[in-house]
């Protein structure tokens, strides 16, 4: 990579940063908990959205913007729960940056309790890009195999929550998912992890639980 490049790379990333720190702010001062899932293509961050809208609609509001690089598919997926969902398609950019979220501002209602955003399916690109959120989430699915933490490092450091999915499929897969735990510790000994089946509905509550101690801890935080 030439200079240039680099002084291209970093201007950018500084932006992004300025741009994200404001989308924090104004989230915050509204009580509005920001959840940014990152994953491979089909890791299952969708299937666990609805899953968590099943539960969490019922009380408290909350909103979804979908990254993709065409199709509003999964958007129309939670619109289909009933919650307000946004899709931005990149066009063939492999992860979504806060002006893209910045954009969507004056179409996002001032009283919700969470607004989750679904990224671009990519374990490299969207680990660069703060998008203004309060928790960070990286989804590892079985399929893919435990390994991932090692390979894709920066996914998992820049992250404050591990989500392994698709746990119903061990066994038979070969997955090991305590490996995948205590590899990814080794990288980010600070992540909080939680197993899950979204279609089983195994671990989504403690995941939903820890949510809302998120959002009361943000609020209180901020009264």
Known sequence: MTKKEVLVLEDLLGTN??????IRKQLSQKGILSVNLMSSPGAGKTTLLESIAERLSTVYKMAVIEGDIETERDADRIRRKGIPAWQILTGGACHLEA????????????????????NVGNL????????????RCVLLSTP???DKPKKYP???TTSDWLIVTKTDLV????????????EAKEVNPSLQTFTVSALEGKGVDTLVEQLIAALDE?????A
């Not at 002006?99 to 679904?118: C, N, S, W, Y």
């Not at 490299?124 to 928790?135: H, K, M, Q, T, W």
């Not at 066994?171 to 205590?182: G, S, T, V, Y």
């Open 17 to 22: 940063k300025k741009i994200a720190a404001d």
């Open 99 to 118: 002006k893209m979220v910045g954009r969507l501002f004056p179409e996002i209602p001032a009283d919700l309790d969470f607004l989750f955003i679904e």
């Open 124 to 135: 490299v690109c969207p680990a660069s890009f703060d998008l203004g959120e309060n928790i």
């Open 144 to 146: 893919e195999g435990d």
């Open 154 to 156: 920066k996914a998992f």
């Open 171 to 182: 066994p038979p897969l070969p997955f090991d998912i305590q490996k995948a735990i205590r």
């Open 218 to 222: 943000l609020r209180k935080n901020d």
